[in-house]
Every structure is written in C-alpha cells, then in structure tokens.
C-alpha cells in the first residue's frame, strides 16, 4: 500500500530557521503587565528568602551568644565559688590565729606569773635565812578568812609575806599592807594586788627600822593603794623577835 501523504511538516526535516518560524506562528501574546508581575513575585521570593536566611542567621548568632552566655555564667558562679570557699579558709585561719595568739598571750602572763612567785620565793627564802629574821602571824578579824605570816630581815629591812586561804576582791579593789609602830599612823608597806591564790608570796616594800616594828596589818583599799588605811582591816598580827 502506497504511503499516505503527510499533513505538515515533519519536525525532524526541520532546520533551524523553519522551528523559529513555527514558533513564532503558533506564539501568543503575554498578557498586559504579566512581565511585571512575574518580576514582582520573583522579587518578592527572593526577598522573602534572604529574610528567612538573615533570620536563620540571627537565630544561628542568639543561639551562639546564649551558649557562651551560659557557658560564662557557670565559669562566674564557678569562680565565685571558689572565692567563697577561700574567703571561709582565711577566716578560719583567722580565727585560729586569733585563737593561738589569745592562748599564747595567757600562757605568756601565766609564766610571767609564775617568774614572779619563783622571784618572791627565792627572796622570802633569803629573808628567811638571814642571821636575824622578825616574823608576824597575821589572823583574820571577824567574818574574814585565810591567815598569813610576814618575814623581815632585822639589818636589811627587806621582807616578804605568804598569804593563804584569803578571798579574791573585786575589780577596783586590793589589799595592802601596813606596819603599826606604838602609837605612830599606820605606814604603807606594800600592795598585795595577787592575793586570792591558794597560796600567794611577794616581796614587800623594805622597811626601815625593822627593830621598832610591833605589828602589821592588811586592809582592803582602792586600786592603787592609800596613804592611810581607809577600807577594813581583814588581818592582823604582832610582830615577834
């Protein structure tokens, strides 16, 4: 059977010059401002999508900053931390320096005490083994307590006491010591700031002419001593050869 003959033009006989003049037979006119608005949306799209990139980016940027925010923080709260617990490490060696140069300073007084009655006890001893030695025994008046006994070396004049059993005075007040000579005023004889021990010696102030003596006497007197007797008298005691 012969071929039919074809209706139009075969697509692959065409040149090129043959498919633009088809093109533009079969085109059609755009619609009236389709160009504009085709540009429109695509600008509209392309702004749309570096909006959303920039957001994306700050997004990117805050959750960064809120890292290392976060990250400092806990450096911060880490570092304070640490300042605290040194800051309770100093205090407390404060504390216990203070504590340490508070006992020391008690254990210093406490020696210096303890120098002192060594001392008063060594002189009392030389007192008492000079070639002549005066004594008293002082008693306590009535409604005081504790006893005593005063040493006087007859050539020197120096001499010491031992007090025991006698009450601790209150702030402000001390007890002291008087030579009685007859019918004369009472002389001064010595502070005696460290009774109230158990047992409590001290060296007295010298006295001169121990041989006209007859007597001492202990009172209670201001801080400080008196010229004159001005508290109680606590003891008393006649002086023996």
Known sequence: MPDEPTIGV????????????????????????LRQ??????????????ARRGLNRWRSIGALAATVA???????ARENGLRRRDMAQLDGLAQANAELTARLDTQEKTMVGLRESLDAQARALRVL???RTL????????????????????ETGEGAIVLAGVEQLPPGKV?????????????PAGLLAGAGRAVYVTQLAKIDRPGDVKAFAVSIEPAGGSKSPTGPIVMVGALQG
Request: hydrophobic letters at 40%; charged letters at 25%; aromatic letters at 4%.
């Open 10 to 33: 075969d697509e692959r006989e065409l040149d090129d010059l043959a498919l633009e003049a088809l093109a533009e037979a079969y085109a059609t006119t755009p619609a009236p401002g």
């Open 70 to 76: 976060l990250a400092l923080t806990g450096l911060l």
């Open 129 to 131: 083994g000079g070639p």
């Open 175 to 187: 007890y002291e010591l008087w030579v009685l000579r007859g019918d004369n005023p009472p002389e």
């Open 37 to 50: 608005r085709v540009l429109g949306v695509a600008h509209a799209e392309a702004g749309a999508e570096r």
């Open 135 to 154: 004594s008293a025994s002082l008693t306590p008046k009535e409604g005081y307590g504790g006893n005593g006994r005063v040493h006087v070396d007859a």
